[in-house]
């Protein structure tokens, strides 16, 4: 799915988003302040989850075990995610971070590549 952009605010370098700066994603609802790099999200940035469309959050509790992938936001599902708080590298979660979600779950760890 092609994400549609509409709305920046913050620093620029050569028409690229780089350095700190806040972003609205049309189509999800999403909005993200943070730091970037290359125009992907890049450092420490924070992520408040919009309402328009379903998020998957994939969670690894020992991954030759058990695996377990919740879609978040979805008819069948009345957990939604409202905010994730950590670092990004190449536009996903990478690093140490900590979901909330509506349920008042706290979900922290290491992520790699979007993946707790």
């Known amino acids: 799915?092609?994400?549609?952009?509409?709305?920046?605010?913050?620093?620029?370098?050569?028409?690229?988003?780089?350095?700190?700066?806040?972003y609205r994603y049309k189509d999800t609802g999403d909005f993200y302040y943070g730091q970037w790099q290359n125009d992907q999200?890049?450092?420490?940035?924070?992520?408040?989850?919009?309402?328009?469309?379903?998020?998957k959050l994939t969670i690894f509790k020992d991954?030759?075990?058990?695996?377990?992938?919740?879609?978040?936001?979805?008819s069948k599902c009345s957990v939604t995610p409202l905010v994730y708080k950590g670092q990004w590298q190449k536009d996903l979660m990478n690093g140490d971070g900590i979901i909330k979600l509506s349920n008042g779950l706290v979900i922290l760890g290491q992520f790699k590549d979007g993946v707790l």
């Open 41 to 55: 999200k890049w450092g420490f940035g924070i992520i408040y989850f919009g309402t328009k469309v379903p998020h």
């Open 1 to 22: 799915m092609e994400t549609h952009h509409v709305e920046f605010s913050g620093q620029m370098s050569h028409g690229k988003k780089e350095g700190k700066g806040g």
């Open 63 to 74: 991954s030759k075990f058990m695996a377990a992938e919740l879609l978040l936001n979805d």
